[in-house]
């Protein structure tokens, strides 16, 4: 099992180091300031096609920060963030022009409160790619039967559980197609009984090729699905390794004291 294990490894590493490698996030020399707090401090990282990352990381080191940054709900001051290619500036039009690209997760679904699921999943298909209704309706049936809640798409999202809210957030995010997803603690507000049936769905997404940054402190799931995990401190990137390396032969002080508090 151990020898598997290696080549998988390998296998894994020549696919990573091959010409074609193709960049979907590269973050180089990024710093953040919140006032005088200096919250993001020389982050480099890049994430290619297919890749899943976990972010961990105590309260406050700026994790959410970080992947806020990822679609421009933060600005920072110092360093570059391409996403497929763009780089996030001021611009307007490739701020658009990315967050079409980034299927974002929050803790608190953020769905729309005011319509039916079905409306929360068909109202970016038809109002920002243009497609026409009937369509954007199939393809929403087709997310939700695979997050395995089709029944619910004529019911307000106050009428979900938690559990449900977060697939639907899921399944609406996957109607736009996007590139990448981001994911902010998605399960760290559910009940215990909740976090699994989205963590399944996340898990199936993964083995599907999405690429994926995943902040949770759901260690298990970093352990089977992540092909890397960093863990961040004081804003910085204090250390990063695959899985098994990074739980069975932490480098730091910082990380063996998190993860015993996590596992
Ligand atoms: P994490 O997600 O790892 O818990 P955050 O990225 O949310 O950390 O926050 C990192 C630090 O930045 C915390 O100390 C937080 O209080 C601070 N912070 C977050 N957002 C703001 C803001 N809008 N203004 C000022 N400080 C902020
Ligand atoms: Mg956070």
Redesign the pocket.
């Known amino acids: 099992r151990q020898q598997q294990n290696t080549s998988s490894k390998m296998a894994d590493t020549d696919k990573k180091s091959a010409r074609d490698r193709e960049e979907i996030i590269a973050i180089s020399h990024l710093n953040k300031w919140?006032?005088d707090?200096h919250?993001l401090k020389d982050i480099n990282m890049t994430v290619a096609k297919g890749e899943k990352v976990v972010v961990c990381?105590?309260?406050?080191?700026?994790?959410?920060?970080?992947i806020?940054c990822i679609n421009r709900l933060e600005t920072h001051q110092e360093g570059k963030i391409f996403v497929n290619g763009i780089e996030l500036t001021n611009d307007v039009k490739r701020i658009d022009q990315v967050r079409r690209e980034v299927g974002m997760l929050f803790q608190n679904f953020n769905l729309f409160p005011h319509m039916t699921v079905l409306e929360n999943l068909t109202v970016s298909p038809v109002w920002i790619r243009k497609m026409p209704l009937a369509q954007a309706r199939e393809l929403a049936f087709q997310y939700l039967e695979r997050v395995k809640i089709p029944d619910l798409a004529h019911k307000y999202p106050n009428q979900c559980s938690g559990g449900q809210q977060q697939r639907i957030a899921i399944a609406r995010c996957l109607c736009m197609n996007p590139k990448v997803m981001l994911f902010?603690e998605p399960t760290s507000a559910l009940d215990p009984e909740m976090i699994k049936e989205v963590l399944d769905v996340m898990t199936d997404l993964a083995k599907s090729g999405m690429t994926m940054i995943c902040?949770t402190h759901e260690m298990g799931f970093a352990r089977t699905v992540a092909d890397r995990v960093v863990f961040?401190d004081g804003?910085e990137i204090v250390e990063e390794n695959d899985p098994e390396n990074f739980f069975t032969n932490p480098q730091y002080d910082r990380t063996v004291t998190f993860l015993s508090q996590v596992i």
């Open positions: 919140f006032g707090f919250v990381g105590p309260s406050g080191s700026g994790k959410s920060t970080l806020r902010d902040v961040m804003g």
